[in-house]
């Protein structure tokens, strides 16, 4: 039985892990700190807000007072820590508030369980939940292992690699027990039309440029969001304290041959002529400090825990797809407003 603190359970991941952890385990306590930032949304857990070990705390995991409050009141005998700034783009021109949010956030929160727990740690898990960007930017050749050395490039991720540090740090200093899973690329539903996925789906639908970064070349290796949070269920129940683990699909794609495979599904299933989608791409100025290729080496997983991706890229990209033509409402809703504001910035006046 655990009584946990998901932080981040209204964001993309976030809402999945949640989901995930409310239905499947009816006895568990599940409370879900979120912020609320542009990226998190309650509609994302709208079909399991009711269910009665689940409950909602809008709050900041930069606020110690908060922390302190709810672990006093729920005892959690565990954290599940997915709250961050994701994007990396977004990282190029505010890098401070990941610093703030990742960096003291992951360390005001892991402060206030080492308070709690009080190093009575029997039974209580601390789970990071991190990404591969953290170990940097491959050549053609090789993945990343468990023991690849850390080497983030942009401020994303050198944030997250900051705050998987620190978690270490508390595993060695205050024998505090942690488990980290770093994982590649994710997609599916509920995915922030900012990501390069769901971005070119919306943009697809509306008849819009799809902006490559460069020449489309970089390499990203997908996985679909449901295999994230089963992998991160295994891990929470049977992987070893202090250890880290890697998680992956093997299923690497060049931008542009994934746009291209985007356009061709979406073709067949807006009823558009083959190819016409296709004519949508638009190269555009590449990302400051592009990293050229992700790709996760997750054998560990595999061999220590039995874990296996259960889907593939192309299933799992047309069960996206179908996802948001089903759900326009939600599409419309994230991005009106401030969406728009972020998007002539990023893309409009680039
Ligand atoms: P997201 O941006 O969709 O969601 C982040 C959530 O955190 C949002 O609900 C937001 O409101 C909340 N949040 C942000 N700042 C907060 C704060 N200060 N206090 C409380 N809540 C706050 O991100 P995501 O894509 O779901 O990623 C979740 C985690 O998984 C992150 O730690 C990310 O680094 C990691 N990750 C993501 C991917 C990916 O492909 N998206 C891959 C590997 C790992
Ligand atoms: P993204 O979804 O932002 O994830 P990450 O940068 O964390 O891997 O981007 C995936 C890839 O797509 C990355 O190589 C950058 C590229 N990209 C574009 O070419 N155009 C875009 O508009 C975006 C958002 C990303």
């Given at each position: 039985?655990?009584?946990i603190?998901i932080?981040?359970g209204?964001?993309?991941i976030g809402s999945h892990l949640t989901r995930l952890f409310v239905t499947k385990y009816?006895?568990y306590?599940i409370?879900?700190?979120?912020?609320?930032?542009?990226?998190?949304?309650?509609?994302?857990l709208?079909?399991i807000?009711?269910?009665?070990?689940y409950?909602?705390?809008?709050?900041?995991?930069?606020?110690?007072?908060?922390?302190?409050?709810?672990?006093?009141?729920?005892?959690?005998?565990?954290?599940l820590?997915?709250?961050?700034?994701?994007?990396?783009?977004?990282?190029?021109?505010?890098?401070?508030?990941?610093?703030?949010?990742?960096?003291?956030?992951?360390?005001?929160?892991?402060?206030?369980?080492?308070?709690?727990?009080?190093?009575?740690?029997?039974?209580?898990?601390?789970?990071?939940?991190?990404?591969?960007?953290?170990?940097?930017?491959?050549?053609?050749?090789?993945?990343?292992?468990?023991?690849?050395?850390?080497?983030?490039?942009?401020?994303?991720?050198?944030?997250?690699?900051?705050?998987?540090?620190?978690?270490?740090?508390?595993?060695?200093?205050?024998?505090?027990?942690?488990?980290?899973?770093?994982?590649?690329?994710?997609?599916?539903?509920?995915?922030?039309?900012?990501?390069?996925?769901?971005?070119?789906?919306?943009?697809?639908?509306?008849?819009?440029?799809?902006?490559?970064?460069?020449?489309?070349?970089?390499?990203?290796?997908?996985?679909?969001v449901e295999d994230h949070v089963g992998a991160i269920d295994v891990?929470f129940h049977?992987?070893?304290?202090?250890?880290?683990?890697?998680?992956?699909?093997?299923?690497?794609?060049?931008?542009?041959?994934?746009?291209?495979?985007?356009?061709?599904?979406?073709?067949?299933?807006?009823?558009?002529?083959?190819?016409?989608?296709?004519?949508?791409?638009?190269?555009?100025?590449?990302?400051?400090?592009?990293?050229?290729?992700?790709?996760?080496?997750?054998?560990?997983?595999?061999?220590?825990?039995?874990?296996?991706?259960?889907?593939?890229?192309?299933?799992?990209?047309?069960?996206?797809?179908?996802?948001?033509?089903?759900?326009?409402?939600?599409?419309?809703?994230?991005?009106?407003?401030?969406?728009?504001?972020?998007?002539?910035?990023?893309?409009?006046?680039?």
């Open positions: 039985m655990h009584t603190l932080t981040g209204a964001g993309f009816p006895g306590k409370v879900n700190l979120d912020a609320l930032t542009y990226a998190g949304n309650l509609e994302n709208k079909d807000e009711n269910n009665a070990n409950s909602f705390v809008k709050g900041d995991i930069t606020d110690t007072a908060l922390l302190k409050e709810l672990f006093d009141m729920h005892q959690f005998t565990a954290v820590h997915c709250a961050a700034e994701s994007h990396v783009d977004r990282s190029i021109t505010d890098p401070l508030a990941f610093v703030t949010t990742n960096v003291v956030g992951t360390a005001t929160l892991l402060l206030a369980a080492k308070q709690h727990w009080h190093g009575n740690y029997e039974g209580k898990i601390f789970y990071h939940i991190s990404t591969d960007e953290v170990y940097g930017s491959l050549g053609a050749e090789g993945f990343f292992t468990e023991e690849t050395a850390y080497d983030p490039r942009s401020p994303y991720s050198a944030s997250k690699a900051s705050s998987d540090h620190l978690v270490r740090a508390f595993y060695h200093t205050y024998h505090m027990p942690v488990k980290i899973s770093n994982c590649s690329n994710n997609y599916g539903p509920y995915h922030f039309p900012e990501k390069l996925i769901p971005l070119c789906i919306h943009n697809i639908i509306n008849n819009k440029p799809l902006p490559i970064y460069g020449k489309g070349e970089n390499i990203r290796d997908w996985l679909y891990i049977k992987g070893r304290i202090g250890e880290t683990y890697n998680i992956g699909g093997h299923n690497e794609w060049t931008n542009i041959a994934l746009v291209k495979e985007l356009c061709r599904q979406m073709d067949t299933k807006l009823g558009r002529p083959a190819g016409d989608s296709e004519k949508l791409i638009t190269y555009v100025k590449d990302r400051a400090g592009h990293d050229l290729r992700y790709a996760i080496d997750a054998s560990k997983l595999k061999d220590e825990l039995g874990w296996l991706p259960s889907l593939q890229f192309e299933e799992g990209i047309s069960k996206t797809i179908d996802w948001y033509l089903t759900n326009s409402d939600w599409l419309n809703a994230v991005t009106s407003g401030n969406y728009q504001h972020y998007y002539e910035g990023q893309y409009v006046k680039r």
